[in-house]
Structure formats: structure tokens, C-alpha cells
């Protein structure tokens, strides 16, 4: 004779099996509530050990030329490419790039910070970033490689080609040192232009200075020509011919002259940015005091309790799990035994465990 459940038994064991699990934790409550204790204590513990302070800052690239735009035109009356050059008005993306560059990254974190460790501490923490982020290596450069690669990970760079702007941000255990290591890239970015660009004022420098020289061995061969021209011939507006000879000449000397004057302006300028230091970066918004944590207390008590309800919600249905297998098949639980008592005495008979058990036994 076959058993049939109707539909309110159905529903009767759908609630038991709902209730069930409620049930479990009810009666391992007290495992359940140390279990989801410790393990709140030990999740607020892991956020405060690796909360993060934000430090914010954004600056706008000064998008001058360095006098190539005249450069440009008077390379390009003598066939020259502009290209050669040089670019001299970079994107926003360029120097985005740049603060990400690795000359950029290893200098950052070769230099020695001094900060306090928290807003209103007294005590100062000094050191460079190798030995702050605890970097690993065999040698120096291994060392300095992973701290470059960890400091990449806290940084972030977002740049707006619109409105020309570049925010950086950097996030460390430390407010102060945020703040330092995000102003110190800066300070970077502005050293790396300025030097680049008192170099590339070097270079056209040289090649203004050699052009000019050329230039006024030019003119004063045009206007000696004209010269010449006028001492032969004092009543040349008579003759249609010396008349139109005349113009030619005056032509070139003027041709000749306009090109000199161009080049001695580019000159000047040359010099002029080969020993400025004057910035190339106009720092809208400074990083000093504006570091922020990046998760507040409250989130990571709420993300701890989490924590604690999952980890003691699955120690109470493990326990479970394991009396239920302890009766309902026995013999598992011996064969887990066994191979764990295997195990131990495997354990024991290691040549470092025997020494160390030898040494207690002798010392008792």
C-alpha cells in the first residue's frame, strides 16, 4: 500500500524546512554568538589595519609654446620639418602619462617623508616609500621595482580634456603621507617639464644661433649687392630695365631682412626659456589637508557584523553537519580518524619534529 501526502502536509513540512535552519541556530546559540564575535572583532580589526587616507589635488598644464611656432615657420622657408622640432604643445594625456612614468614613480618613492601618523598625533614616522610599504626584494632595485608597483596601485589619474584639468589621487595608510607623496609627484611633474623644456631651449638655441649667423652673411651680401648696384648706377630710374633691377635687389634685401629680424627674435626667446624655471603647472587644487579616509568607521562595523552573522551562521551548520554525519554514517568519521592519526604520527617521525620533541623531552 503506497503513503500519499496531501496538500496541507505539503505545506505543513514546507514551514518545518523553513523553520529548521532557525531552529539549528537557536540551539547553538552560544557557539553561534562566539563564533560571530570574534569574528566582528577580528573584521573591525582588519579595517582598521587597512583603512586608507585619500589625498586629492588637481593641476593645469601651462599649454605654451617654447617660440616654435615661429620656429616652425622660418624651418619650413628652408625645407626643415617642424617635426624636428620638437612638440611643443603637449595633451592633457601626455602629462596624465607622465605622472605615471616610471623616472616619475622612482623618484617619488626614493624620497624620505617626515609626517605625523594620524591628524592630532605628536609622533612623527620618517622614512621613503620602500620601507613605509614594507616592500619585498632580494636586492635594492627589487625592492624599489615593488614599491614603484605599489604606489602605481594607490594612485589614480583622471584627466579632462574639455577643461584641461588633471586630478590626482593617492591613498596610504598615513594622512600626511598622502598628502606629501601627492605633492611631491607634482613638485616632480613641474621639474621634469622644467628641465625638459630649459633642454629643448638649449637645442633650439643652437640651431637659432647657427641660422642667424647664415641669415646676416645673407643680408649683408644683399645689400652690398645693392650697394654696388646704386654706386654704378645713380640714375638708374631713367632706364626701365635698371629700374626693374633695382626693385629685384631691394626685394631681396628686404626678404633677407625680415627673415634676420624673425630669427633674432627667436633667438632671444630661446635663451630666454633655456634658463627660465618658472612653472609649467598651475596647481588648481593643493593636496595639503585634504585627506580623507577612504572608508568611514561605519561602514566597516556594518561590513564586521556581516562578517560575524555569515562566519557564525556557518560554524553552527558545520557542527551540525558533523553530528549528523557522526550518526547517520559512522563510518566516515572513523576513516577521518584514522588518516588524521596517520597524519600526527607522520608528522612526528619528521627529523626537525623528532629534534624539537627530543630537546622537550630531554629538558623536562
Known sequence: MTDTVGP?????????SLVAPLNIVLRRRRLFW????????????????????????????????????SLAGIAAQFGIGAGSLGDADESVDFYASLVRSREVLTAAVKTVYRFPSDFQAKDTIVGDLVTLFHARGDTEVERIQ?????????????????????ALRVRARWPGLAEQVNARLLALVNEFNVSRRETRGG?????????????????TAAEDDMRRFLEANRTYQDSPRLAFEAARLQR?????????????????????????????????????????????WTLIIIGAVLLGIVMGTGAVFFA???????????????????????????????????HLLQRKVNNS
Open 8 to 16: 496541507a502536509e505539503e505545506r505543513t513540512r514546507a514551514r518545518l
Open 34 to 69: 562566539r563564533i560571530a564575535m570574534l569574528s566582528t572583532a577580528l573584521g573591525v580589526l582588519l579595517g582598521w589595519l587597512t583603512r586608507r587616507y585619500a589625498a586629492d589635488a588637481q593641476f593645469m598644464p601651462n599649454m605654451t609654446s617654447l617660440s616654435a611656432s
Open 146 to 166: 615593488d614599491a614603484v608597483k605599489k604606489l602605481d596601485r594607490y594612485m589614480r589619474v583622471d584627466a579632462d580634456e574639455q577643461s584641461g584639468l588633471i
Open 203 to 219: 637645442i633650439e638655441r643652437h640651431f637659432v644661433e647657427a641660422r642667424l649667423a647664415e641669415a646676416l652673411q645673407e643680408l
Open 252 to 296: 631681396r634685401v628686404d626678404l633677407r631682412q625680415q627673415v634676420y629680424s624673425t630669427l633674432a627674435q627667436s633667438y632671444e626667446q630661446a635663451r630666454l626659456d633655456e634658463v627660465r624655471n618658472t612653472p609649467v603647472v598651475t596647481i588648481v587644487d593643493h593636496p595639503e589637508g585634504s585627506a580623507q579616509p577612504t572608508r568611514s
Open 320 to 354: 551540525e553537519l558533523l553530528v549528523r554525519q557522526r550518526v547517520e554514517n559512522p563510518e566516515d568519521l572513523l576513516e577521518l580518524d584514522r588518516y588524521r592519526t596517520a597524519a600526527v604520527e607522520g608528522l612526528r617521525h619528521l627529523p626537525a619534529v623528532r
